[in-house]
């Protein structure tokens, strides 16, 4: 069956250390993949994309990196800050690229 | 930009009663996605429309769900009848149509069924 996992258990780290968010899939074959940022009460927020030939993708302090052999992708953030406290979603292409399909999502939390 | 748009925020109603959630998309984005979110399930994808015509419902769970986009701005999901297995946050999100486009999501709608 098809499958998008992250991690269930919420990912504690101190402020100014690295965080580093897996996501991993089954039985896709995806184009593209996604990030999303959703805090407490609102929707999920665009992060990042990376496509399928493309290793590495960085905006300011996110790193995503894409892995179609492991069929992972691991979503980095360097120098966290508390602010970056918040439930991260990968999502993937379905069926060409016109359904996208969502992880559970990984909480974390940065402590000050 | 407004952004999409969804009512209500919260409903809380009796199970039996119809709901009704509404979403207005950005304007100029072709392609209208709702989703159902839960701590059990996560951020499942119910339906999607692409030019106001849907293109896949499969993730609808039963025939009490549909969901109509009589034009390109406005679209409805209903429950008839609702349940509480129904309260979950439901979003409509939308985007341009392609390859890898970013999904703009609404602040969602909380459904809380009694």
């Known amino acids: 069956s098809q499958k998008i996992e992250q991690n269930s258990e919420a990912l504690n780290i101190q402020e100014g250390k690295t965080a580093t968010l897996t996501c991993n899939y089954t039985n896709y074959s995806p184009a593209y993949l996604q990030w999303y940022r959703q805090d407490p009460g609102r929707g999920p927020v665009f992060l990042l994309l990376i496509r399928e030939n493309e290793k590495e993708k960085r905006k300011e302090r996110l790193k995503v990196t894409f892995d179609t052999t492991l069929k992972q992708s691991l979503f980095h953030i360097t120098a966290s800050q508390p602010a970056d406290s918040a439930t991260y979603l990968c999502a993937l292409d379905d069926t060409g690229g016109f359904k996208t399909i969502f992880g559970a999502g990984t909480r974390l939390f940065v402590k000050a | 930009d407004a952004g999409v748009i969804q009512s209500p925020r919260h409903e809380v109603t009796e199970m039996g009663q119809e709901v009704t959630l509404r979403c207005k998309p950005i304007s100029g984005h072709n392609s209208l996605f709702w989703y159902r979110q839960t701590m059990m399930r996560g951020l499942e994808l119910l339906i999607y429309?692409?030019?106001?015509?849907?293109?896949?419902d499969s993730g609808m769970p039963e025939d009490r769900f549909s969901a109509k986009m009589p034009n390109a701005s406005f679209s409805t999901l209903k429950i008839q009848p609702s349940e509480p297995r129904d309260s979950a946050v439901y979003f409509c999100?939308?985007?341009?149509?392609?390859?890898?486009?970013?999904?703009?999501f609404g602040e969602g709608s909380w459904l809380t069924v009694v």
């Open positions: 429309f692409n030019n106001n015509v849907p293109i896949d």
């Open positions: 999100a939308s985007s341009l149509q392609g390859f890898g486009n970013t999904i703009y």
